[in-house]
């Protein structure tokens, strides 16, 4: 695959919070899921270890080593859409205590997926020639899995 715009990128969001049966492609791909629609910006995905530090008194330089990682999260900006399945189900995740599950279907075909915990979903009201839009945020439990076609 070489480099490409977003444009043409989909985000879905799992239609339940059941978990997949595994948390490989195959596991992620049997779930069902639905398109959060009118997305405006997918926001980013990151991962950071924290780092651990040692300074041992008998040699002058500090050691770092990697600690815990964190899997991030990814905030989505979209314009509102009250009757959008996909929004809907981001809004009644807000709601749960429990991992729901996620797809990027990039237009090359490639999928990522992952689970996390909607944290938010906010309506988003500006000036009056601005669209209403929403803001959510995913706070992410797994390690992503790639599916490279």
Same mark, same amino acid.
């Given at each position: ?26 596991? #992620? ?7 959060? $629609?009118? &997305?405006?910006?997918?926001?980013? +995905?990151?991962?950071?270890?924290? @780092? ?47 991992? #729901? ?7 090359? $075909?490639? &999928?990522?997926?992952?689970?996390? +915990?909607?944290?938010?979903?906010? @309506? ?26």
């Amino acid at each position: 695959m070489t480099v490409s715009t977003n444009a043409g990128n989909k985000f879905y969001v799992s239609t339940t919070a059941t978990p997949p049966a595994t948390y490989d492609a195959a596991g #992620y791909a049997a779930l069902t899921y639905a398109e959060v $629609g009118e &997305i405006t910006d997918l926001g980013t +995905l990151a991962s950071e270890y924290a @780092i651990t530090e040692h300074n041992p008194i008998g040699d002058r330089n500090l050691q770092k080593l990697k600690g815990t990682r964190d899997n991030g999260s990814q905030d989505l900006t979209l314009g509102f859409d009250s009757v959008d399945a996909g929004q809907v189900v981001m809004q009644s995740a807000l709601l749960s205590d429990s991992n #729901y599950h996620f797809k990027i279907l990039l237009k090359s $075909g490639d &999928i990522i997926y992952y689970s996390g +915990l909607v944290t938010k979903f906010d @309506i988003v009201f500006g000036a009056a020639d601005d669209v209403v839009g929403a803001e959510t945020s995913v706070a992410i439990n797994k390690t992503r899995v790639y599916d490279a076609v």
